[in-house]
């Protein structure tokens, strides 16, 4: 496959175009994988990481395509098995000559309710049979055109997992043992007819319970698993729950597990980054001196300046020894103390309390290594004081297309020089926000403005040579000329939702520029000594060691006020 297909392909798995068919799905699968290997045979040049991460988010969008469309194949071929099954049960059968069917009659017998605790599930109600007290044939076409119909029902997007309504003999008779199952309506007619010849005054007629059956995938079970029973749930319905309608009257299994919400233990800042490891707690290093340093070592000596040089000297630049720089790890603690008791009878909340430390570490972490990035770079300020020169998505792009040409011209940089861009999260929902206002270009292009992809938004970025990742933790808030507000939202309170800040921190710089370095980490997992065995108390302890070097002459430090407005021009 071509180069141009290949990015045909991928304009068109971004939304920017018809869909993929499978086939076209199945092709560039197969390219994509085919362009990873070669680019795994070669150096692992910033040029090459970046592509290989594209490659990544484009194989992550084909898979989530192309499991979304086998969902809804499965989904759709299992609508039309119950279409035909409905349209089968719903054919009149031909009546034997001379048999007629009777109208019930006497009494009334009715499939006893369930034994054991059933969860209500979206089954059909099961039927009131009558029977007459002498034995006759029952006519299953009659009886369900006989009984009532209820709307029919919508499809459930887990309908391979529906529990089963089946009915089982209590009594034996018509080559029925009790405790089979009784497969047909008929034969429970039978099976009914036949109790009624022996004799039924004054006597109860249990003959058969109906019992839902759940396949294993929706059983909970009391003596199970706490954590079996939570994963069935979430493989099941996600965040939803299941509902049972009825009294319950015995007590109900008990669910241990502690949700945690977010908690991610993500690191984007520090995988951005190039990483070397610093056995020895740090690096020392030369640093490295501006392109315009050595300016004075060139000149121009005209043929008329030899001729009569005069005082003229040719120009000179005297090379001193560069500054020597040492970088050093900083310790990223994590010390959480437990009960003996706690810890083993209360193990969820310790597993709860471990997560959610260890986002803590990771937010820590992050911030930390940004601080140290931005007392490195130039802080500077863009944008029009309080509304933007146009809206947020116009005036971003503008801004880094302007600083990284500054910084190519001021290094006299290959034009094909690559950059680094650190962003805040929340600037991706600002610049989605942003295009969804816009009216003056609405969905005019190839783009769909009001589905904007995570992708496309790289895609912007990659396409003037930027890197750009975001991260998931908010700077605090600056004061001073080059000052900004929190760069995150405060706990909402009972009012006006929290709005958009008002400016963005963002840094740009070469890439490769600033590299992380892993001094390792340090894990003593459970700690007791003599004053925690006398509490009835045990700590863990970990600790990993790492810091960030620059090792460039320059990096920015971009103050950007945002204004999602949709402005595409100079009015609204």
């Known amino acids: 496959m071509s180069t141009e297909e290949l990015r045909a392909l991928l304009a068109r798995l971004n939304g920017d175009g018809e869909a993929l068919t499978d086939t076209e799905l199945d092709s560039l699968n197969a390219a994509l994988l085919a ?11 910033p040029e090459v990481i970046t592509e290989l991460e594209s490659i990544a988010d484009a194989k992550e969008v084909a898979k989530t395509l192309g499991e979304t469309r086998a969902s809804e194949k499965a989904e759709a071929e299992q609508k039309r098995t119950d279409l035909i099954a409905r349209i089968k049960a719903s054919e009149p059968v031909a009546e034997t000559e001379g048999e007629t069917v009777e109208e019930p009659a006497a009494e009334v017998v009715e499939v006893a309710e369930p034994v054991a605790e059933v969860i209500e599930t979206p089954v059909e109600e ?15 076409a009659a009886m369900n055109a006989a009984r009532p119909r209820s709307a029919a029902p919508q499809p459930k997007p887990d309908q391979g997992m529906r529990a089963k309504a089946t009915v089982f003999a209590i009594e034996g008779s018509s080559g029925v043992r009790p405790g089979d199952e009784i497969p047909s309506l008929e034969t429970l007619s039978e099976l009914m007819a036949e109790r009624l ?23 909970l079970r009391e003596k199970g698993s706490a954590e079996d029973n939570s994963a069935k749930i979430e493989a099941a319905f996600g965040a939803q729950g299941l509902v049972a309608s009825g ?17 991610s233990t993500d690191r984007p800042l520090r995988d951005a980054l190039p990483r070397f490891g610093a056995d020895r707690g740090g690096i020392r290093f030369v640093a490295p001196v501006s392109y315009a340093t050595p300016a004075g070592s060139v000149g121009i000596w005209t043929a008329a300046v030899d001729a009569s040089p005069g005082t003229a000297t040719k120009a000179l630049y005297t090379v001193v020894c560069g500054a020597e720089v040492q970088v050093l790890v900083d310790a990223i603690t994590m010390r959480l103390k437990v009960g003996n008791m706690q810890g083993r009878f209360s193990p969820e909340q310790v597993a709860e309390i471990v997560q959610l430390s260890l986002s803590n570490a990771a937010r820590t972490a992050e911030l930390n290594l940004w601080a140290k990035i931005n007392a490195a770079s130039t802080a500077v300020t863009a944008g029009v004081t309080g509304t933007g020169a146009f809206g947020a998505t116009r ?9 990284a040409s500054a910084m190519r011209y001021r290094n006299r940089a290959n034009p094909k020089q690559t950059f680094r861009a650190l962003f805040p999260e929340f600037m991706r929902g600002i610049i989605r926000t942003d295009m969804a ?13 009001l589905a904007i992809t995570d992708q496309v938004i790289d895609n912007w970025f990659a396409d003037r040579g930027i890197g750009a990742t975001f ?8 004061t001073g000329t080059s ?16 709005a958009w800040p008002v400016s963005a921190s963002w840094n740009i710089f070469p890439e490769g520029a600033f590299q992380f370095l892993d001094g390792g980490s340090l894990d003593l997992g459970i700690v007791r000594d003599s004053t925690l065995d006398g509490t009835n108390d045990y700590e863990t302890f970990v600790e990993t060691f790492e810091s960030v070097a620059f090792r460039s002459v320059e990096a920015l430090q971009i103050v950007s006020i945002i204004n999602p407005s949709g402005r595409s021009g100079t009015s609204a």
């Not at 362009?35 to 040049?45: N, P, Y």
């Not at 109860?204 to 995938?217: D, F, G, H, S």
């Not at 991260?471 to 600056?478: E, G, I, K, R, T």
């Open 35 to 45: 362009r990873a290997d070669e680019l795994l045979d070669g150096d692992s040049t």
């Open 126 to 140: 099961p039927v009131a049979v009558a029977a007459s007290t002498t034995l006759r044939r029952v006519n299953l």
């Open 197 to 219: 010849q022996r004799g039924t005054r004054g006597q109860e007629m249990r003959l058969a319970t109906l019992k839902t059956i759940y396949p294993e995938e929706r059983t």
């Open 247 to 263: 009294g319950i009257c015995t007590p109900v299994a008990v669910d241990y597990t502690i949700p945690v919400f977010g908690a």
């Open 395 to 403: 005036d971003l792009l503008e801004q880094i297309d302007r600083a």
């Open 437 to 449: 206002r816009e009216i003056a270009h609405d969905n005019a292009g190839s783009v769909n403005v």
């Open 471 to 478: 991260l998931m933790d908010p700077l605090p808030a600056v």
């Open 483 to 498: 000052g900004y507000p929190f760069q995150g939202f405060a706990a909402q309170a009972v009012s006006a939702l929290n």
